[in-house]
């Protein structure tokens, strides 16, 4: 009890730890009080605030023990001079420095707040983002393709359709981001769906030549499939029209009829009835027409290789070049 007693004011602790620092040589330099020097043992005398000069310690000057500061009554410390030495070295805030810190403070708390709001409430999205890898869905089917990216983890951004020379319409020609890019989840791939080959339209060629008109179609994409010859007024081997008509859009690489005019019907058909194969056709070509195909046929209206039906009939206009398709008897077995 008596050393609690001796030992309970802090004046007293003050006193016995800045008696310890002197006896084994440490202080404040803010004190101005002696430190040992470590390397030649010696007391040093730290410089005068006002002299600026060392000054010596007098040589009948005791340095205190601790017998001495446990014997001295306990003194409250008071004034710069008498905080202990381990309150010297805190750092004393005044009202100057202390606003500076204070508005700092309030800035970056209310930095922080706002990305908070922007994040939870303005901007809900995860903290730590998973990453994966973009699957690869060129070539498939749009709904296919879809089903894909969702089930990967990844959502649909802009669907664009365009034609495309060999893909089949729907199916998906180009991805953004590509296949096995690693983005982070819910990042939105852009498709491009093929709408099918370029379709192009049939040209009008009405009026030109038949050579021209088969080089118009054919540098257009399309191919003329086969060439029909009809009665017009125009002039023969004139371009007459086309089937499907002009304007029609078909894709690359379809075959048209292009419809040829053989002239305007000025030439009667002469009759075949009865005539032989090489009678025929010699009549035809003296009327200007041409002989088309014989097909024998089993009947008794007429002898045995003799024409027996014709077509166009006799009589009928027909344009110059015409052809007549004709029938020849044959005899039963």
Known sequence: MKFRRRFATPGRLSALLSA?????????????????????????EPEHPERGQRGARPSSERVPDLDDLLAAPAVEPSGQGGQPWWRRFQWRRSGRHRLPLEVAGVLASTVVLGYLFAALVLFP??????????????????AKARDALTAAGFGIGDVEREPHPTAPAGTVTWQDPPAEVVAPEA???????????????????AGY?????????????????????????????????TRPPAGTTLNPGTDI???????????RVPTLMGLSVDEARLALETAGLALGT?????TTAAAPGEVFYQDPPAGTLSAPGTVVNVRIARSPR
């Open 20 to 44: 310890i620092t002197r006896r084994f040589g440490f202080a404040s330099e803010s004190t101005g009080r002696t430190t040992r020097d470590t390397d030649s043992s010696r007391w040093t």
């Open 294 to 298: 014989t097909f024998p046929q089993t």
């Open 125 to 142: 999205a995860p903290i730590f983002a998973s990453h994966r890898s973009i699957p690869r869905v060129l070539g498939l089917q749009e």
């Open 187 to 205: 990042t939105e791939v852009a498709l491009t769906v093929s709408s099918g080959p370029q379709r192009i339209p049939v040209p009008d060629v």
């Open 209 to 241: 030549d038949a050579e021209i008109a088969r080089s118009l179609i054919e540098g257009a994409g399309l191919r003329v499939g086969r060439i029909e010859s009809t009665q017009a007024p125009t002039p023969q081997n004139v371009a007459v029209n």
């Open 257 to 267: 009829v292009l419809v040829v005019s053989v002239g305007a019907a000025t030439i």
